[in-house]
């Protein structure tokens, strides 16, 4: 059974893609509501912070931290919360999500990086051109839709200056469930990579891919056996302008403990590449797995030690936890992988997150 039947079948929701993990779906229009009555007015392409210096500090030694877009909920009080917890930690905060959104001038996006200078953080940006959960494009891949898609990123680029913009979300497993079309993404990504340095020379432009399914981990929570020789490191050649490489990384769904994670874990994914690297989602889920395996808020703080240990040796640009509070949905793997309680309340990891050691 393949990764995305496994997750469904048992109830554990869909790995991988934009649409039930990240924010893109939950609150463009909320946000651009909200966005309205909290951003202060000022010259959109003044509100990021884009000093030529950020790019030289891309795997510097001590990599920023940062947290997807994920608050409560997005009423008014619940979504500014967020930014308020992430106004009092140094937290970078990354968006994923339809290249379509894009273009809305108060869409989720843009408002990540209205607010940034607001509220004090580095804005991510994250799009891609296929949906892992849905399994299929989000717009066709014909030359229109080739063009459109420059076309916007490329506007965005020009208007909000991202310091790190990410073309292509675990595209590893886009390659695996459609390979023509993937093919496609390669030559895509690479005119992507030049439209956005025309438009903005400073931001970091890179794509990502699945660590554990790169690694041939399909154990755990996937249900298969591991297996190195399903590994998928060739395709870490197929995109050689990229400034760093991305990876979503998820121990917690093939490991028991942090303890279990091996030494070389994302040194040798970093020896491969020969330039920085970026964990854009990780995390740990605080309550038990259904498969038997124990979960607690001490483990959680415990896979953040070890994380810091395992890339210690690695160029790490910034490391990005998945949720500062659950975002409902079809999610159930990485339910309760949360830096804060539903309540609010922060768990103990929040403190371990936001205090970089």
């Known amino acids: 059974m393949n990764r995305r039947a496994f997750l469904a079948a048992s109830g554990l929701g869909l790995l991988g893609g934009c649409a039930s993990r990240e924010s893109d779906t939950n609150g463009t229009e909320t946000t651009a509501a909200t966005a309205e009555q909290t951003a202060v007015a000022t010259d959109k392409s003044a509100t990021v912070a884009t000093d030529e210096s950020t790019a030289a500090e891309a795997g510097g030694e001590t990599p920023f931290r940062g947290v997807s877009l994920s608050p409560r909920s997005y009423s008014d009080d619940e979504f500014t919360e967020f930014f308020e917890h992430v106004r ?16 809305a001038d108060e869409g989720a996006p843009a408002v990540v990086c209205t607010l940034a200078e607001q509220y004090g953080y580095q804005p991510i940006i994250e799009t891609g051109v296929y949906s892992v959960d849905a399994g299929e494009l989000f717009q066709p891949l014909d030359e229109a839709g080739q063009a459109a ?25 886009h390659a695996e469930d459609e390979p023509e079309q993937f093919e496609t993404f390669v030559s895509l990504f690479a005119d992507t990579y030049d439209a ?4 903005s020379p400073s931001t970091q432009v890179y794509t990502g891919f699945q660590l554990e399914w790169m690694r041939g981990l399909r154990g755990g929570v996937f249900g298969g056996e591991n297996d190195a020789s399903q590994a998928q490191w060739d ?6 302008k990229a400034d760093l490489v991305a990876f979503t990384s998820y121990p917690d769904l093939v490991f028991e403990r942090p303890a279990d994670i091996p030494d070389e874990y994302y040194v040798e994914a970093a020896d491969r590449v020969e330039k920085p690297i970026a964990i854009t989602e990780t995390g740990w889920a605080a309550t038990p797995r259904d498969i038997g ?44 992988m949360t830096l804060r309680r539903p309540d609010g309340s922060a768990r103990p990891v929040w403190d371990a997150w936001t205090t970089v050691v």
């Open 293 to 336: 395996w124990e979960r607690t808020e001490a483990q959680q703080v415990a896979f953040v030690e070890r994380l810091s240990n395992l890339t210690k040796p690695v160029d790490v640009a910034m490391l990005v936890w998945l949720w500062m509070y659950d975002q409902g949905g079809d999610t159930a793997a990485f339910d309760d």
């Open 196 to 199: 956005i340095k025309d438009a």
């Open 88 to 103: 009092e930690t140094d937290l970078a905060v990354r968006w994923a999500g339809n290249w379509q959104d894009l273009a």
């Open 235 to 240: 395709l870490l050649d197929r995109f050689p």
């Open 149 to 173: 898609f420059v076309e916007t990123v490329s506007d965005f680029a020009a208007e909000w200056k991202p310091p790190y913009f990410g073309i292509g979300v675990e595209v590893n497993l």
